[in-house]
């Protein structure tokens, strides 16, 4: 009920995450209010039957928040810092009518040398009802001590890959090439019509509101504090409630429909740093960057592009703004997301 | 992704919208949360069903602003103004897992004196997966020129009724004269109990939150930016976002639920105009005016209403405010919204 | 359409409320976005339909405020207060896809001493489209009266009892003992590890926001002026509007889950109060008391807790706050809740 702290983590410890989830078309619908999503493969199920899905299967942020979500109570709730993320693999399709549930196992385990402070990773593993996986990534997050003299466990580091690699995506249905509609999926251009190195604006904004991210963050049933308690945010850092970074997230997801409209879903999470706290009243706007773009295993139908999606605060993302001479990020970057996403080919 | 321009339409031309859309029971619960209409044919599966319908159909106003959103990205992204709605007819009703698409045509065009903006006129037609129209209606809207150089296309202006005649509207379903039981409809008033100039005060006022707005655009699909975009508009005309103005007829009418409660969806919009612009914070109320009442060819057990909703913002409905002697609109008036309501007969 | 006042209530009287309302899966997931309820058995099918349920059913609450919704235009559109609850009890379990209606009977009535206002105490019964009780309660407001010079009818105030008892408790299902999941469930607490006497913080705090609770509100077609009208409500007493109660009882219900995960579902709501107002703004925490622990009549998987919660508006739950030595509430204090939640045993 308080959560853990730094003391309560051990390598090799397995939690079993609380409140199994059934997704529903509510919260599928909520999500699209919440983020205005257009990708047509999430929208139509006659477009994702045509393309091999059962229905139009659940956006794959939204089962990343719920799998994430769980998480937050044994994990995070006393986390100074969300760190980092690595290894992300998106599995089988979530439909409506999907339970989802989560069981993370740590894998490291670091006091920080102030000795109030350790880093604790874990690799969460989401399932649904018939145990197959739907997303697992790893994770690390500067956690609390209870107790500052208590003794340093030894520090175990996980090796984590730097990127997942092509072969290891899962690719979730097949399709004849030419099956693709791109009249209904918003945009001519396909996974051949991409270049490395080529930078994408996502041109529009959306303002955040206090109700959206709580909305948001309450649907995934996150209940990490600084998102929803004024009363005692006002007396804190920044003196009002953080917006979870996982909305940043899909605010800039449903953005980069402009541009990447024909996305059939993401398969891999490679990293990601929330640069910048997010604040209601923040306006986000995003950019993106082609970083590589890989042919899938014995596939003809669908390929892979591996993006960066920057998102900006109340800045235009038309010049790109994204790190200085010095590496340091500018300002108004609050999220440097590198996540592969799947498209159809010609 | 940054729109069509004047320059960029022609008469004929045919644009395959894009991001079709499967209507699910959460897009209605959403809409319910949005606005609270309470009418019973939209709110309980036993009491559609016991009028004929398959189960609860989705309300008329959900079903066009979804249609309408899908036209925003290719006819209005660079719209400064949306000069008008007519000939909008309702067809076959929409059902939680129906899937919508929208195809417009190019009905018109002429270029404005200032030769830097002109008026497009489109016919858009949304249907189901079935290839049934929900509902078709046109409109016309002025769009900024690209180049304010170019030379000016012919100019068509399409001959447009000034409002659908009875004959023409679509009527759902057939159901036994007396099945219609108005202690659960909510008023003891059915269509031959409403008279030809008769006003009603829909009495209640709601007001607009940011939050509420955007959550309706986004379900919608509709990606205008000055609906979203705070960081662009404080330097904008009003130093806000605006407000859809689909959002404000809907809020009319489900406060019309006061006077009206026994309307069993809408079957045409004769016209419609956004006299002045919507912000957060305002109170929106609404009134309603009897314009005609016609029988329905062939039938008994319904009859059309033609009625004028005026909303109004932040001024009681309780004086029927409307226009001053030399026909312009009170300051207050923010849409005047000509259409058919059906209802059942006695 | 402006509802009733004193003078149009007698005892006897039957009101057969409008609207029926279908509930869905979207009303479920948009009441998680509200309030971010953990209760595994309202949020996995497959948790649900372990414990014997045909799938995860509907939060009481929820039930409650749809079948509470429909009463206020017929009973509390002219209320001035509402005074207070009793002999609530829930019956049926309600899933998605069952129709809602509400009769009440109206069973007391008292002019007040001032001759403008009055007390009517109704009898509310919500059932499904089987005629099937899903919970019935009384409940008494303060009205105001048309016409202050009108005669005053003879007094009847019924015999409410002070709590529910334990023998009338309708308890939906019955499990194998042992086949409650505790970790999923979120807790190791069971009915066995609770005792008279011990008080429970829920930790948590949430900050309601305008938005929010409008479009609970509207969820629950609950048309209570007061919740919806700032243009009406920036006069008036508070200058701003006021929060549904029922909003701070779900909010209050979905803090509980720190301290009682196990529930799994509300049987009674011997009383409530809602002790001061609550605005937009305010942040909500919860403690909960536990007053009885009841085995239930032929049972032993499943025992009864009767519990006060009370929610504290800008003040931690930490200490406790409740009343003063003359036994008034902390200005804090805006609810004080009287019920009976149901809990696997061991």
Redesign the interface.
């Known amino acids: 009920?308080?959560g853990n702290f730094f003391e309560d983590f051990f390598v090799g410890q397995v939690l079993?995450h609380?409140?199994?989830?059934?997704v529903?078309?509510?919260?599928?619908?909520?999500y699209?209010?919440?983020?205005?999503?257009?990708?047509?493969v999430h929208?139509?199920?006659?477009?994702a039957q045509a393309l091999g899905f059962a229905c139009?299967p659940v956006d794959s942020m939204l089962v990343f928040h719920i799998v994430f979500g769980k998480t937050v109570?044994d994990i995070s709730l006393n986390a100074i810092a969300n760190l980092g993320y690595a290894d992300g693999r998106f599995g089988v399709p979530v439909y409506?009518?999907d339970?989802l549930?989560t069981i993370s196992r740590v894998t490291g385990i670091k006091l920080n040398r102030d000795g109030t402070t350790g880093v604790v990773y874990v690799h969460s593993v989401g399932r649904n009802?018939r145990d197959e996986i739907v997303v697992e990534y790893a994770r690390w997050v500067m956690v609390r001590k209870r107790d500052g003299t208590s003794a340093a466990p030894e520090t175990v580091v996980p090796d984590l890959p730097t990127f997942v690699a092509p072969a290891s995506l899962h690719v979730p249905v097949s399709f004849a090439v030419g099956a693709y509609n791109t009249?209904?999926?918003?945009?001519a251009y396909l996974w051949d019509d991409y270049h490395v190195g080529e930078r994408i604006d996502h041109?529009?904004?959306?303002?955040i509101?206090?109700?959206?991210h709580?909305?948001?963050?309450?649907?995934f049933?996150n209940?990490a504090?600084v998102h929803?308690?004024?009363?005692?945010e006002r007396e804190g850092r920044f003196g009002r409630?953080i917006v979870y970074g996982g909305h940043v997230i899909s605010l800039s997801r449903a953005l980069s429909f402009?541009?990447l409209?024909n996305t059939i879903g993401i398969a891999a999470i490679h990293g990601g740093r929330h640069t910048n706290p997010t604040f209601a009243?923040d306006?986000i706007y995003a950019w993106s960057e082609i970083l590589a773009a890989d042919a899938v295993r014995d596939r003809t139908d669908v390929g892979a592009l591996r993006i960066r999606t920057v998102a900006l605060k109340?800045?235009s993302a038309s010049d790109f703004t994204y790190r200085d001479a010095t590496e340091a990020y500018d300002p108004s970057v609050v999220l440097d997301f590198d996540y592969t996403i799947l498209m159809p080919r010609r």
Chains 1, 2, 3 share one sequence.
Not at 43 to 47: G, K, L, R, Y
Not at 183 to 187: D, E, I, K, M, P
Not at 214 to 219: F, P, Q, S, T, Y
């Open positions: 009920m308080i079993v609380a409140t199994p989830r059934t529903t078309e509510g919260d599928v619908a909520m699209t209010a919440l983020y205005g999503g257009r990708f047509a929208s139509s199920t006659p477009f139009a109570p409506p009518g339970t549930s009802q009249q209904l999926g918003g945009s041109v529009d904004g959306i303002t509101e206090e109700a959206d709580m909305l948001a963050a309450r649907l049933q209940t504090r929803f308690n004024q009363h005692v409630r402009n541009g409209a009243g306006t109340d800045r």
